[in-house]
């Protein structure tokens, strides 16, 4: 294979840089040529490439974003979009292609996979609700980004005595809520997975300061059912009932922004050596992932039809820690 091409595509997630990156050098380091392609499938279908040499990816690295720009492209859901992109490919010579993504990008990566031209998936997205692999570029920093507002939050939510919900990303998935909740002492974790009742809530955060907690801190996932708005409607109106106040923080695309941290640095250069690897290899119509600790490869086929639900043992620890 002597030409190969990278796009990131979806959410960006901080660490996509660092997955360029490690594409471009390693197939350089290969002999191949790398061209970047600007704006996901979209740039695909426009035919947007942009030739990647060593320096162009210099300085990338601990810059959060995409140096490729990203893009949601609905075109490329129907096959007549496919069908532009492979001429695209084809026309300028290139012989496989690297998606960084999520779900529904690798989902775009399984459709072009299927017509038998070569793509390679790199697992990318801060949800962490990809099949493959454990973990995913981008949770890590979201994470800290997450934590940092909460640390924060705990503080004046303690001077005030007034509860605090924190809304975090995840509009299918509660991995990033659960995680944040637990590493950042939450009282009450809520997720898109389980419905909450707005009253059994307001018990929880009730029994937190009947225990002598000074604080009240709830994490909440973008998609929770009520969401975060919904309930703090719920306690606006009966506030004299209940009696205490609540506010809300929704830390929003603050955490997709972020300066990657030293693990989402080291697992997106990781995974995009891998990517390429395979690719040289003869290797494609795969995701690279992460399964204990190991860079593994898994079909795009079973990634896409595969479900990560969340361990209910970390739902168990959310709930022991919270007292
Ligand atoms: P993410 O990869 O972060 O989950 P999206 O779900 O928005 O982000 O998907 C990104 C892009 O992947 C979509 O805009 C579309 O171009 C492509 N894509 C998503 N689903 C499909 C599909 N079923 N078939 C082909 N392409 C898809
Ligand atoms: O996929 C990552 C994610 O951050 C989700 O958690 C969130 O629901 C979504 O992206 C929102 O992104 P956008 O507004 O760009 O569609």
């Not at 990338?60 to 992109?85: D, H, N, W, Y």
């Not at 038998?116 to 801060?126: E, F, L, N, Q």
């Not at 040289?280 to 600790?293: D, E, M, N, R, Y």
Request: hydrophobic share 45%; net charge neutral; aromatic share 4%.
């Amino acid at each position: 294979m002597k030409r190969i091409a990278v796009l990131t595509s979806g959410g960006d997630a901080p660490g996509m840089n660092a997955a360029i990156r490690a594409v471009a050098r390693t197939g350089i380091e290969k002999g191949m040529e790398v061209f970047g392609v600007e704006h996901g499938y979209a740039g695909l279908i426009a035919g947007n490439f942009i030739p990647l040499g060593a320096r162009d990816v210099g300085g990338i690295m601990q810059r959060g974003g995409t140096m490729l720009g990203s893009a949601r492209c609905p075109e490329f859901k129907a096959e007549e979009g496919r069908v532009k992109a492979l001429r695209e490919l084809n026309q300028k010579g290139i012989e496989g292609l690297v998606v960084i993504g999520g779900n529904g990008s690798q989902t775009g990566a399984n459709s072009l996979a299927a017509t038998g031209y070569p793509v390679v998936g790199v697992a990318s997205t801060i949800d962490n609700d990809l099949y493959g692999s454990e973990i995913t570029i981008g949770v890590d920093t979201a994470l800290n980004i997450a934590l940092e507002t909460i640390d924060r939050l705990k503080v004046t939510a303690s001077s005030h005595q007034r509860a605090m919900l924190v809304e975090v990303m995840g509009r299918d998935c509660g991995y990033l809520a659960l995680m944040a909740g637990i590493a950042g002492g939450a009282e009450a974790v809520l997720i898109p997975e389980c419905e909450t009742n707005p009253e059994e809530l307001a018990r929880e955060i009730w029994r937190a300061y009947e225990r002598g907690k000074p604080h009240a801190i709830v994490v909440v996932a973008e998609g929770a059912r009520p969401n975060a708005q919904g309930l703090a409607q719920y306690v606006k109106e009966q506030r004299a009932r209940l009696g205490f106040e609540l506010r809300v923080t929704i830390i929003g695309y603050v955490q997709r922004g972020g300066t990657p941290t030293y693990f989402d640095r080291m697992l997106a250069s990781r995974l995009g050596a891998a990517a390429v690897e395979q690719l040289a290899a003869g290797h494609h119509g795969l995701l690279v992932g992460i399964q204990k600790s190991e860079v593994v490869a898994t079909p795009l086929a079973e990634v896409v039809a595969g479900k990560k639900p969340l361990d209910p043992r970390l739902l168990d620890l959310a709930r022991v820690l919270s007292k």
